[in-house]
């Protein structure tokens, strides 16, 4: 009797705490408790590990499986994993059969649960589309505001200036308006601009032909 560690994968197809089926294998390494051969011998025989781990090991699936859904198989895999290895090991245990090693190795899902997880994945990311929108429409409304409220202070501003300087600022507005527009008009060509030389009267714009 081989008393050194054996491995062996276990399959088993079950379901899921939301009856989601799931293919799910383990990776198992045992040896026999040496002062218990002559037991192991005379009730198992020489091919106990073929006879005892894959009856506790679908056993053990079976029972931890059922009680996680889907999600949570992929999300607590590590906790899961370590729930197999204490139970089988308990159960192996009692077999007197030693474990020294319980891995999940292989874990899919049914088509209808892939469905599922790209239905959702689908609505999540619509759901966080929404929410940009809803967030840049709150921006957009808020600089509206702001904006609206710059524009009503300028108005006031202006309003208050004409009440204390009358016509006066109309005036100098005008005037700087009608330098912008010589100044540009001065880059034009077949146009020259003389300025009045004694600060009074109208200044020139002459139109002066190219032939």
């Known amino acids: 009797m081989d008393i050194r560690d054996t491995p062996r994968t276990i399959h088993s197809a079950t379901g899921t705490k ?37 009856s506790i090991g679908n ?9 996680y859904n889907a999600e949570e198989l992929l999300s607590k895999r590590a906790h899961i994993s370590q729930q197999i ?7 192996a245990s009692q077999f007197n059969l030693i474990l020294d090693d ?8 049914g088509r209808e649960f892939a469905k599922a997880i790209e239905a ?20 957009e409304r808020k600089a509206a505001i702001i904006r609206a409220e710059g524009e009503a202070e300028a108005a006031a501003l202006i309003s208050k200036a004409l009440q204390e ?34 600060g009074q009267g109208a200044n020139l714009l002459l139109g002066v032909s190219s032939n």
Do not use: C, W
């Not at 026999?32 to 590990?49: K, Q, S």
């Not at 056993?59 to 009680?67: D, F, G, I, W």
């Not at 759901?127 to 709150?138: G, K, L, N, S, T």
């Open 59 to 67: 056993e053990v699936l079976k029972a931890v499986v059922a009680q």
């Open 102 to 109: 319980v891995s999940i190795t292989h874990l899919t899902f």
């Open 165 to 198: 300087s009358g016509t006066g600022l109309i005036e100098v507005r005008r005037i700087d308006t009608a330098k912008e527009v010589a100044q540009t008009l001065t880059k034009a060509r077949n146009v020259t601009y003389l300025p009045s030389s004694h």
């Open 120 to 139: 959702k994945q689908v609505a999540q990311q619509e759901a966080e589309r929404q929410v940009f929108i809803v967030r840049q429409a709150d921006q």
């Open 85 to 91: 290895r204490a139970l089988l090991t308990e159960r």
């Open 18 to 54: 939301d009856l989601q089926m799931v293919n799910i294998s383990l990776r198992v390494l045992s040896r026999p408790v040496e002062e218990a051969l002559p037991e192991i011998y005379r009730t198992l025989g020489t091919d106990f590990n073929d006879r005892v781990l894959p």
